[in-house]
């Protein structure tokens, strides 16, 4: 059990009721619309029967979080900290500002508060050089690929014979490499991210 960061499909997106977002996907396009943006319609199809597709994310969130918001601190500025933590759903598409979603438009009765890729994507570059993330860590996400490689021992082999300010909080590199890769991720599929 616990709490995960994975994407969605279309299938689950425009899905109403308990197990689908329909209610957020529904809410978030007449918020799109009073905007005058289209709505957003184009997720895709399900992939996963496809074998080695790699074309799902999940990841578990598990370590702590407070070197990571530290990270953010210095090298975000207060707007940008707000939307690159604050996000519960995140879209492929540029947006200037969060939107928030009226509470009880999904499976929780809080706020939905929906980011643009774009906009988190460059967040998490700059924390990304700032710690100097190495290239190897794991770029397609698939099946907690990224929770593994951090969690089971590679890091931690990678960041003896390579140290670095990356291998300072390997929970904080964690999350840096968490929330660029979702970016990344969302952006080359076209699919909404959020947790699970």
């Not at 997720?43 to 070197?67: C, H, L, N, Y």
């Not at 300072?168 to 970016?183: G, N, P, S």
Request: proline share 8%; glycine share 8%; aromatic share 10%.
């Amino acid at each position: 059990m616990g709490l995960y960061l994975i994407s969605v499909c279309a299938e689950d997106w425009f899905a109403e009721g308990e197990d689908g977002w329909g209610e957020i996907a529904t809410a978030l396009n007449h918020e799109l619309r009073q905007q005058g943006l289209p709505p957003y319609e184009s997720v895709p199809e399900e992939t996963r029967s496809v074998r080695g597709a790699r074309q799902a994310f999940e990841e578990k969130i598990v370590p702590p979080m407070d070197g990571f918001a530290a990270l953010g601190r210095a090298h975000l500025s207060p707007e940008d900290e707000e939307t690159f933590y604050g996000w519960t759903v995140l879209v492929p598409f540029s947006l200037d500002e969060t939107i928030r979603l009226p509470p009880g438009s999904g499976c929780t009765e809080a706020s939905t508060v929906v980011a643009g890729a774009p906009q988190v994507l460059a967040m998490a570059e700059r924390l990304a050089a700032a710690v100097g993330l190495p290239a190897e860590t794991p770029h397609m996400c698939h099946n907690l690929e990224l929770t593994t490689w951090f969690r089971d021992g590679a890091a931690e082999r990678l960041a003896a014979a390579r140290p670095g300010p990356w291998s300072d909080d390997l929970d904080a590199a964690f999350y840096v490499a968490l929330f660029l890769r979702a970016a990344q991720h969302s952006l080359r599929r076209g699919c909404p991210m959020t947790y699970s």
